[in-house]
Nanobody
Framework: QVQLVESGGGLVQPGGSLKLSCAAS?????IGWFRQAPGKEREGVSC????????YYADSVKGRFTISRDNAKNTVYLQMNSLKPEDTAVYYC????????????????????????WGQGTQVTVSS
């Protein structure tokens, strides 16, 4: 079992910045950030592979968000700059524990990873 704890959400004005953290209870293959706004489906934002730092971003956040990791702390960060009101959502981190593709997997995939473990989410509100 993997436990994930997000932190760093809050209220910020348009154009502002926030940095989210996702602390994992053990080493995982990859971690992704997702968000879900009211009335919308959950969407992938960014993900990173622990071993080599390879990253992937959704088009909507490219150039504004940066994902990074500190393997010594089993923690992944999401630096969010130039925030827009449409970035308002609950942000979740999720983990792909082993990085093995499963033909029977029916969960959420993003960036080529399969996510089995989810954090509780942290609210990000962008408003003036």
């Amino acid at each position: 079992q993997v436990q994930l704890v997000e932190s760093g959400g809050g209220l910020v004005q348009p154009g502002g910045s926030l940095k989210l953290s996702c602390a994992a209870s053990l080493d995982v293959y990859a971690i992704g950030w997702f968000r879900q706004a009211p009335g919308k489906e959950r969407e992938g934002v960014s993900c990173i592979r622990s071993s080599n730092g390879n990253t992937y971003y959704a088009d909507s956040v490219k150039g504004r968000f940066t994902i990074s990791r500190d393997n010594a702390k089993n923690t992944v960060y999401l630096q969010m700059n130039s925030l827009k009101p449409e970035d308002t959502a609950v942000y979740y981190c999720a983990a792909d524990l082993h990085g093995v593709s499963r033909p029977y997997y029916s969960g959420i995939t993003f960036g080529g990873y399969e996510y089995d473990y989810w954090g509780q989410g942290t609210q990000v509100t962008v408003s003036s």
